[in-house]
Nanobody, 121 residues
Framework: QVQLVESGGGLVQPGGSLRLSCAAS????????MAWYRQAPGKQREWVAT???????IYSDSVKGRFTISRDNAKNTVYLQMNSLNVEDTAVYSC???????????????WGQGTQVTVSS
């Protein structure tokens, strides 16, 4: 079927940068919106950013100006460039994609397993 696999998480110092990737594979006809979410320990999952197939982007206020979401449609991959990281960005980051596996539809929601990002000195 369809799998979303994230990579790029890790430990970084405050003020540092990381780039996350999420590749979708399997039986994919087309992908609509892709997004990143995060969940910190003891907190609810939080939306981070969304990118449309046409590369329109929106961001949560907490990351606007620091994070950049992008995608490569040929590779079915979405990226999250995270700059000026602070301890409050520590969380498990998961990707989301709205995927059509066969025409005419419907689109279905898919999630990755998550990758840990830890910001600490």
């Amino acid at each position: 079927q369809v799998q979303l696999v994230e990579s790029g998480g890790g430990l970084v110092q405050p003020g540092g940068s990381l780039r996350l990737s999420c590749a979708a594979s399997g039986s994919i006809f087309t992908i609509n919106n892709m997004a990143w979410y995060r969940q910190a320990p003891g907190k609810q999952r939080e939306w981070v950013a969304t990118i449309s197939r046409g590369a329109s982007t929106i961001y949560s206020d907490s990351v606007k100006g620091r994070f950049t979401i992008s995608r490569d449609n040929a590779k079915n991959t979405v990226y999250l460039q995270m700059n000026s990281l602070n301890v409050e960005d520590t969380a498990v980051y998961s990707c989301y994609a709205s995927i059509l596996t066969a025409y005419p539809g419907p689109f279905s929601d898919y999630w990755g397993q998550g990758t840990q990002v830890t910001v600490s000195s």
